[in-house]
């Protein structure tokens, strides 16, 4: 088969060139194909389709209904497996997989949400009198932690007390809360360490030793601000989050539906993100339907086939910044936190889950000596969701037993993140 590709690819070249193709030119267009890529087998294997049949069989015994199970197993030259591969299925949280690509399509990988912290008034002997403002930017991840190294940052101001209110403008969240009023309550709570509840002492604790604990007392109360800020706004501190690729491996590792649906949202909602996926993956919009933007609900529906070709399409992307599916997602005997921690994924294979309550899915890539990169897609639809995790955890036990699976590496790009990390909080020229 590959000597009929490259003598067609070189006969191809003499019909646009014409006789001037010489033979040596017509050889090194042949030796193409020893190229390395060839090395990969193209051919079905019959190993591995005995093991999906035996995984469907084994879900058929125990009573679940075999054409609700989809999947699609492929490396980048061959299929492997299918059944009901193309069929738009309750896909759960795969719907973070198009989140991500719409996410990384709209803003670049080193992309930070901006909060930005103003004034209003005077600052005399550690108090403002005035109003402290809080103006958001979309910013998903603004915890405790955050909250923290930002009170610190007004310390290093001078600032320890303000007469007047707070007020929350633009789009600030914080420890997932959508609500500007109820976010500024949890600010105000985490800027004075005199009012912290044991559970910010919790969240204290896991910060460097060093940190020291803010204070910075509000006398008034909480507002909400809709319109522009007051003319005699000064600018303190821009807080920067971490970085869009950052975020995106914590809301992929812990498979959090409000981040999902915050950044989902930011690039237009529902409808865009799935337009934006299905064009991003080349596959058919009716593969990809989509409601919201976390995969909260049954009628989000993705077929296995398109699983895959999104995370292929996001692997090719991802090559060009010397990142990785990897990266992005959790890994098989290295993230052992979040949607993995009770799960038995064999080490190097980056996943990412999804469950509803009749609903199980995993999609995710094997890295093997023997076939290069394997992207697989398995969606599940029946009751015992631990039952069909085990059963999913088992077949990628058998195809790793199969392959060789190339351990993964980690990047330092995604996974040196800390939260309330002091260098965030930019002080203005000012």
């Known amino acids: 088969m590959l000597e009929t590709i490259g003598f067609a690819f070189a006969s191809l070249l003499m ?22 890529v ?19 069989k084994r879900l058929a015994a125990q009573g679940y209904a075999i054409e609700q199970q989809g999947i699609w197993l ?17 896909a759960a949280s795969l719907t973070k997989i198009a989140t991500t690509i719409a996410a990384l399509e709209t803003w670049s990988l080193d992309r930070r949400f901006e909060t930005r912290i103003y004034q209003t008034g005077t600052l005399n002997n550690g108090v403002v009198e005035g ?43 914080m ?21 912290w509840t044991p559970l910010i002492q919790k969240q204290y604790q896991s910060m460097p030793s060093q940190t020291p604990r803010p204070q910075v007392a509000i006398a008034g109360g909480i507002q909400v601000r809709r319109d522009s800020l007051p003319d005699a706004s000064q600018l303190l501190l821009r807080h920067q989050s971490l970085t869009l690729a950052q975020l995106l491996k914590k809301m992929n ?74 990266d992005l997602f959790p890994v098989g005997g290295r993230d052992r936190n979040g949607t993995m921690q009770w799960r ?11 469950t509803l309550a009749q609903v199980s899915a995993l999609a995710g890539v094997i890295p093997t000596k023997e076939r290069g990169l394997v992207w697989f897609a398995i969606i599940n639809r029946g009751g015992n969701i631990e039952r069909l995790r085990a059963e999913q955890d088992r077949l990628l036990q058998r195809l ?27 002080k203005t020229d000012g």
Not at 74 to 90: C, G, I, K, M, V
Request: proline share 4%.
């Open 38 to 56: 060839f090395d990969v087998p193209t051919q079905a294997d019959s190993k591995v389709e005995a093991i999906v049949k035996d995984y469907l």
């Open 131 to 173: 109003d402290l403002i809080v103006q958001g930017d979309g910013d998903p991840l603004f915890v405790w932690e955050e909250a923290i190294a930002l009170g610190n940052a007004l310390n290093q101001l001078g600032i320890r007390q303000i007469k007047g209110n707070l007020i929350v403008a633009g789009k600030f969240y």
């Open 253 to 326: 590792v812990y498979s959090n539906n409000v981040m999902s649906e915050m950044i989902g949202d930011a690039v237009g909602g529902a409808a865009a993100v799935s337009q934006i996926a299905a064009k991003f993956a080349r596959v058919s919009p009716d593969e990809i339907q989509l409601i919201n933007t976390s995969g909260l609900g049954v009628e989000n529906r993705i077929s296995p086939r398109a699983a895959c070709q999104m995370l292929m399409a996001l692997q090719d992307k991802l090559k060009s910044h010397s990142l990785s599916v990897a």
């Open 175 to 195: 420890n997932f809360k959508s609500d500007p009023q109820a976010s500024g309550e949890l600010l105000k709570l985490g800027l004075d360490s005199r009012r």
């Open 400 to 426: 790793s037993q199969h392959w060789n699976v190339i351990p993964a590496t980690a990047n330092s790009v995604t996974n040196n993140a800390f939260f309330g990390d002091p260098n965030r909080n930019l």
């Open 344 to 354: 038995s994924i064999p080490s190097g294979i980056a996943v990412k889950t999804g």
């Open 15 to 36: 019909d646009l060139f014409g006789q001037k193709t010489t033979s040596t030119e017509v050889a090194a267009i042949i030796s193409w194909q020893e190229a390395k």
């Open 74 to 90: 492929q490396s980048e030259w061959a299929q492997l497996a299918r059944h009901q591969d193309s069929l738009p299925a309750s």
